[in-house]
């Protein structure tokens, strides 16, 4: 079976520049969560949707949103881009939404010039 | 807020060393999460501990949850080359945020040949 598949797996932009980041979860699970990985630190939670609703957010500001289609894939947005967005940008997915153990993709390294 | 600390940052061992990493939370956690990151690679869950002094082995992996729910190790016994990565505990956040799991920044394991 397919893991977590996002795409794209690379992308420049520019300051001030939208994004738009794509991920599938793993065939039966409907929840997925959305992660920002700095160089040399943890993941910090950015998102979790269950049946397309949100059921967690982190301090991130309102340029990151996100939703989840009826196919449990999952898009994350990121509006106005600074420089401090550049990072690796995970997605998980799990079974049923809360704290469960998280299986990522691959995820997609953003960088902002 | 909840934050979950882990120390040391960095080790550099020689093969067949034994290897230990330290989770501190500043709360009560209802369970811990352990993750491996290979360099350049994703996240990959490695165990979830749910009881109170739980300890539970995988080889050469021993991973135990303290008795106050409030700290956790990971101890790697004869390291090998393989077992290079970043090592990361991660556990739900009490905000009130929602679901949200809350990552160290990890302990950076150097194995020398």
């Known amino acids: 079976d397919a893991g977590v598949t996002q795409s794209p797996t690379h992308l420049i932009k520019t300051r001030g520049q939208h994004v738009t980041l794509r991920c599938s979860p793993i065939s039966g699970h409907k929840s997925v969560s959305w992660y920002q990985q700095v160089l040399g630190q943890g993941p910090q939670f950015i998102f979790q949707y269950y049946e397309k609703e949100e059921r967690g957010r982190g301090n991130f500001p309102d340029r990151f949103s996100a939703r989840q289609f009826p196919n449990y894939s999952s898009e994350l947005n990121v509006n106005a881009l600074l420089l401090g967005d550049s990072a690796l940008y995970l997605c998980?997915?799990?079974?049923?939404?809360?704290?469960?153990?998280?299986?990522f993709g691959d995820g997609t390294r953003l960088s902002i010039l | 807020g909840q934050q979950v600390m882990q120390i040391p940052q960095y080790q550099h061992v020689q093969e067949g060393e034994d290897f230990t990493t330290y989770c501190n939370s500043s709360t009560t956690l209802s369970n811990i999460q352990w993750y491996k990151q290979r360099p350049g690679g994703h996240p990959v869950f490695l165990i979830q501990?749910?009881?109170?002094?739980e300890v539970k082995k995988q080889k050469r992996l021993t991973f135990q949850f303290g008795e106050a729910k409030k700290n956790s190790s990971l101890h790697i016994t004869a390291t090998q080359t393989t077992d290079v990565g970043t090592y990361f505990c991660a556990g739900p956040s009490d905000s009130n945020s929602g679901y949200a799991l809350n990552f160290g920044k990890g302990t950076s394991l150097l194995v020398t040949p």
């Open positions: 998980a997915s799990s079974l049923v939404a809360g704290t469960q153990p998280q299986h």
């Open positions: 501990l749910v009881k109170s002094g």
